[in-house]
């Protein structure tokens, strides 16, 4: 479980080294500033966590089907649609507990995640269709929907050379983690994670998953 991720890591840190070697560039340069951009300070590790956060969810999108022994690469179409219908949703809300707007988001950007991601399962399921590809086209499907819309009936008239939503306001953003500059999005991910990893891996329907993904045929 340790070993073949670290293995895979540092053969994709050596061939990336001679592709900077055939450019002229410095490999321990390069990786020494990519150690201080992300962990050198407490700043950027903070940045770091920050980043981490819709990539800890996104990432379910990956690992919940990989169990089931489908590769889905298209999870960047549903953060795109989860995103997109969470902004939708909050605007007509602003005025409400801030409580109210988080859960009216939080289901909005599920279900926006959930669309995207289960049509490729459809798809798969009825039609036969290779969810790798599926996954793709429909991301780019998503991301064309978000641009349509963001920049035609969700558009806030004062965005001129940046088409963006109407703002919702700080008071209506997540609270950061006291005594840090993280917002407590990095502790929903994290649950989120051990509770996939409670699902696959200590209940009858994760085993059920496991074999089934181990012999998709069978």
């Not at 649609?81 to 007509?92: D, F, I, R």
């Not at 409400?96 to 995640?113: D, K, Q, S």
């Not at 965005?159 to 209506?172: E, H, M, R, V």
């Not at 989120?192 to 209940?203: E, K, S, V």
Request: net charge positive; aromatic share 8%.
């Amino acid at each position: 479980a340790v070993a073949i991720p670290l293995l895979a890591l540092v053969l994709a840190a050596v061939i990336f080294s001679l592709f900077l070697l055939v450019q002229g560039y410095s490999p321990i340069q390069f990786f020494t500033l990519m150690y201080t951009g992300g962990f050198g300070s407490s700043f950027s590790l903070q940045n770091s966590l920050q980043r981490a956060t819709p990539l800890l969810l996104t990432a379910l999108c990956v690992a919940i089907p990989a169990r089931l022994g489908l590769v889905v690469i298209g999870g960047e179409g549903a953060l795109v649609l989860g995103g997109l219908l969470a902004a939708a949703v909050a605007v007509p809300l602003l005025g409400l507990p801030p409580i109210v707007v988080w859960i009216a988001m939080g289901l909005a950007g599920a279900i926006g995640g959930a669309l995207c991601i289960g049509l490729v399962g459809a798809l798969r399921h009825y039609r036969g269709v290779n969810e790798t590809i599926s996954s793709l086209l429909v991301a780019y499907i998503a991301i064309a929907i978000m641009n349509q819309l963001v920049e035609g009936p969700l558009r806030d008239p004062a965005s001129l050379n940046k088409p963006s939503t109407l703002p919702i306001g700080d008071a209506y953003m997540l609270p950061n983690i006291p005594g840090l500059d993280i917002h407590w999005g990095l502790a929903v991910g994290v649950v989120a994670c051990i509770g996939a990893w409670l699902l696959m891996g200590r209940t009858t329907y994760g085993f059920a998953a496991r074999i089934t993904g181990g012999n998709a045929r069978a």
